[in-house]
């Protein structure tokens, strides 16, 4: 069956780095657009970013513009998020999508 499993997130302070994974399996991971969503306490999900089947074309929310940079290596089947620079209104869960399907999500929580 389809899985979309997401790890990396955890507490950073402001500044600060994380890298997200997001590990498909159960469908032909390079046919299918792969996004990034947040959703933080009470607010609604949000795009983040989205990378196309082959990689060669990208898109970003303006809030994460120039410090955020999503990837994917199709071999591994697998979808990056690189989040610099981090503030804390990026607090919230993330969580991938793809071919129809989330993740569970992976809580960021960007603090001092």
């Known amino acids: 069956q389809v899985q979309l499993v997401e790890s990396g997130g955890g507490l950073v302070q402001p500044g600060g780095s994380l890298r997200l994974s997001c590990a498909a399996s159960g469908f032909t991971f390079n046919n299918y657009a792969m996004s990034w969503y947040r959703q933080a306490p009470g607010k609604e999900r949000r795009l983040v970013s989205t990378i196309n089947g082959d990689g060669k074309n990208t898109y970003y929310a303006d809030s994460v513009k120039g410090r955020f940079t999503i990837s994917r290596d199709n071999a591994k089947k697998t979808v990056y998020l690189q989040m610099n620079s981090l503030k804390s209104e990026d607090t919230a869960e993330y969580l991938c999508?793809?071919?129809?399907?989330w993740g569970q999500g992976t809580q960021v929580t960007v603090s001092s």
């Open positions: 999508g793809g071919a129809g399907y």
